[in-house]
RNA sequence: GCCCCCAUCGUCUAGUGGCCUAGGACACCACCCUUUCAAGGUGGCGGCACGGGUUCGAAUCCCGUUGGGGGUGCCA
């Protein structure tokens, strides 16, 4: 028997969104898809039509994009959805009847918990069972949950072994006739030809359904891995309202592709060796679902930021530059559009390239070189000038800057020079000139932008804060 | 209630019975370097949840306890 070509299924969430955690599962199944010469196949599956689905699924397939993986032939909206293949699900429950594995009841909602308190027992006891009922108004389908033992094989797990007597006899079709998603889920897998699902542990409990649903209907179920959810710092599952989930965010907010690719493998999964840095290539050689931990993992956006540091330093320049470019032009930026000069920016950039850790902190760094006043942060002025010797020591510094070379080594030698009068280190004493130029304390190093900025801008900034430490 | 899963530094992990005095990464702290801040370098702090077994030997295997998470719908 010729084994087929394995088929991932990747399904965004059960709630339909695109989150860290499913990012990190999509990962997984287009892992497993590329070393095994599979397919991964993305699918798109909710009933709720007031869900704009061409939007949504958009987002979906940007977002998995973004990290690397090519859905473009896999993408696929589930045929649960869609209302015609409704009459496949309901054929399939009908079958299931006819074959002896399911029963209609007429039970409602409350006569089961009515029953279920009597008895003292949980759930729904198996009333019809025997009853021999038809299909009728009011009448759901239920699955007959045979004696025995349901046991899982999963590739993380091993094997998980269910007590069928635990698992109540559930609704294949409700009372209007309309397939549940249970059901419609196990059809679309067999349409589809899925043969490995790996999704998020949470499933895990309900498998065992499913893969009764798989035999009921003659089909080999397939094979199951269920990895660790993601959780936040409450160890409570991530989750879209309360946490930030979105991977656009990330985005958004200048983390790279390659850097979160990265961390979201290090949770479930470490590389061999000293290094969690590891390219994409490595980590698809090396990567085994056998070897992915089976406990939650919490999303550390602190360390994500150190690994998208790492990522960023070990850019080349001119890549680095290119990179930057969404955010310098986001419309979020201080400075006025057309004051920006890229000349400068990439003056400059070999300065910002080390001290970020996400593109978003560029501008911040940059911004005083194209802004016309930028502000000054007036804690950090009080204090630089705070000192007797800060104004005195400014004015000599701008009178030699008036008439010295302008170029880094000079600006720095003359400043040099008035601390050596002064008996002050240049750390120092450069303090308030920082906060003349900058608005702010800290920053790149000081004189290759005072060189960028010219003579006449710089000085007249360092006139100003002169004039306002006076006041 | 019932069922399932999980348990190594604060966090993510390595570890598959002796290479473990438990290794690495992030975070934190100190020092070095230094033009502030970073980056880089060196070092430090810090962990096998608990109790029983099995074994010559247990972080590792078994049982129990405790603690966490998830599932349990005529939701998806």
């Known amino acids: ?44 599956e909710d009933t709720d039509e007031s869900r ?34 409704a009459a496949e699900h309901v054929a399939a429950a009908e079958a299931i009847f006819v074959a002896g594995h399911g029963y209609y009841c007429d039970l409602t909602t409350e006569q089961i918990q009515e ?15 025997d009853r021999g009922l038809g ?18 094989h999963d590739t993380v797990r091993g094997e998980v072994d269910f007590a069928n007597d635990t698992i109540e006899d559930f609704v294949l079709l409700r009372s209007n006739g309309s397939p549940v998603f249970l059901l419609a889920n196990v059809v679309d897998d067999i349409a589809m030809n899925i043969t490995d699902v790996v999704r ?64 979201l493998m290090t949770l479930g999964w470490a590389p061999h060796g000293d290094t969690e840095i590891v390219p994409w290539s490595h980590i698809v050689e090396e990567f085994k679902l056998e070897n992915v931990n089976h406990s939650p993992a919490f999303f550390d956006v602190k360390k994500l930021n150190a690994f998208n540091g790492e990522y960023i330093r070990m850019m080349s320049l001119d890549k680095f530059i290119e990179a930057c470019q969404p955010v310098l ?22 300065l910002v390239q ?17 802004m016309e006043e930028p502000p000054i942060d007036d804690a950090a002025f009080t204090k630089a000038f705070g000192s007797d010797w800060a104004c005195p ?43 003349a130029i900058t608005g702010r304390s800290v920053g790149t190093p000081l004189f290759e932008p005072i060189e960028l900025l010219g003579r006449a801008e710089s000085l007249r900034r360092i006139n100003s804060a002169v004039q306002r430490a006076s006041r």
């Open 200 to 263: 998020a542990e949470e499933h895990l409990p309900n498998t065992p359904k499913q893969q009764m649903l798989w035999n009921a209907l003659g089909s080999p179920p397939p094979r199951w891995a269920h990895v660790p959810v993601l959780v936040n710092e409450q160890r409570k599952k991530l989750s879209k309202r309360r946490d930030k989930v979105a991977v656009e965010q990330y985005r958004d907010e200048g983390i790279l592709p390659e850097a979160m690719v990265n961390y």
């Open 329 to 350: 032009k986001s419309e979020q930026v201080p400075w006025p559009p057309e004051r920006f000069n890229p000349d400068v920016f990439n003056s400059i950039a070999p």
């Open 115 to 129: 029953r279920a308190k009597a008895s003292g027992l949980n759930g729904y006891d198996g009333y019809s069972r």
């Open 354 to 370: 080390t001290r970020v850790a996400v593109l978003a902190e560029v501008p911040a760094l940059v911004d005083f070189l194209f």
């Open 393 to 435: 020591t400014l004015v000599e510094i701008a009178t030699r800057y008036e008439t010295c070379a302008w170029s880094v080594d000079v600006l720095k030698t003359e400043v040099e020079a008035v601390g050596a009068k002064h008996d002050l280190k240049l750390g120092k004493l450069q303090g308030p000139l920082r906060i």
């Open 52 to 85: 704009n689905h061409p939007q949504w699924t958009q987002g979906i397939t940007d977002a998995l994009g973004w990290l690397g993986i090519d859905s473009s032939d896999s993408h696929f909206e589930g045929p649960y959805f869609q209302s015609s293949y």
């Open 135 to 152: 299909p009728g108004p009011g009448h759901v389908l239920r699955f007959k949950v045979p004696a025995g033992q349901t046991v899982v």
């Open 1 to 44: 028997m010729a084994s087929p070509t394995p088929r991932y299924r990747f399904a965004p969430s059960p709630t339909g969104y695109f989150h860290v955690g499913g990012a990190r599962t999509a990962l997984y199944n287009w892992l497993l898809a590329l070393q095994n010469d599979g397919v991964f196949v993305l699918r798109v």
